[in-house]
């Protein structure tokens, strides 16, 4: 009865200090990041998808309104999906439209979204820098109410994006300290991307750190031209 006891607060404890994960997830068009930065369109959003991890597939479902109360009015165009279940792991999923802006000035004032794609002509190549943004004050929001219910810190998981190249030309692609295509990259490394092709990039530890600090990190850069 007493290892039953020991394991029971064990899994407990660990539940705590685990923390309500959010994953992120965004399909990226070069197109889309060519008529923001270089034609500064207004109004250009990403397709994406977050998952919130729960304890359950019938906690998904039992609390499900209070996921669509703290995180509906935080996205764009916020849609529910089903839930998700990978391994022992629970998800809360939901597709949502990330803002792409051509600068990060007074950003948050311009958008109801958490987070924002920043995509601006390049100052160290001829190109354009592609950046997540973060708006505190809505993180720290959803943190609060999470914590009210939970007791749990909400904090940011895996960031993924997958980058298409739509357009009829060959792309160069610029990332540094990311995954690409699940392989660790260190330093700065070129990728070629062909019509039709895509990308697979996802934040390392260091970067998510980074950017749950200093709300913006570097995702990758497009270049036009040496």
């Not at 592609?130 to 004050?137: A, G, S, T």
């Not at 070129?190 to 995702?219: C, H, M, Q, T, W």
């Amino acid at each position: 009865m007493l290892s039953i006891r020991k394991l029971f607060l064990t899994a407990l404890i660990l539940l705590f200090l685990t923390g309500c994960k959010l994953d992120l997830s965004a399909d990226l068009n070069v197109g889309d990041l060519h008529r923001a930065a270089l034609s500064k369109q207004n109004g250009i959003a990403s397709a994406g998808t977050i998952k919130f991890e729960v304890g359950s597939i019938a906690n998904c479902g039992d609390d499900s309104e209070f996921f669509i109360s703290i995180l509906e009015i935080h996205f764009l165009e916020f849609k529910i999906l089903p839930c998700e279940q990978m391994g022992m792991e629970t998800y809360f999923v939901a597709a949502i439209k990330i803002p792409i802006l051509f600068t990060h000035i007074d950003w948050p004032e311009k958008t109801s979204s958490l987070i924002a794609l920043n995509a601006r002509p390049s100052n160290k190549i001829g190109g354009i820098d592609v950046e997540l943004l973060l708006n505190q004050d809505r993180f720290r929001r959803i943190n609060k109410a999470v914590e009210s219910k939970y007791f749990q810190k909400f904090e940011l998981s895996r960031i993924g994006i997958e980058l298409k190249n739509d357009q009829v030309s060959y792309q160069d692609v610029l990332a540094s300290d990311v995954f690409v295509d699940s392989l660790p990259v260190v330093g700065i490394k070129a990728f070629g991307l062909s019509p039709g092709k895509s990308l697979i990039l996802e934040l390392s530890d260091v970067k998510e750190e980074y950017f749950s600090l200093y709300n913006r990190v570097s995702l990758f850069s497009l270049v036009l031209s040496i």
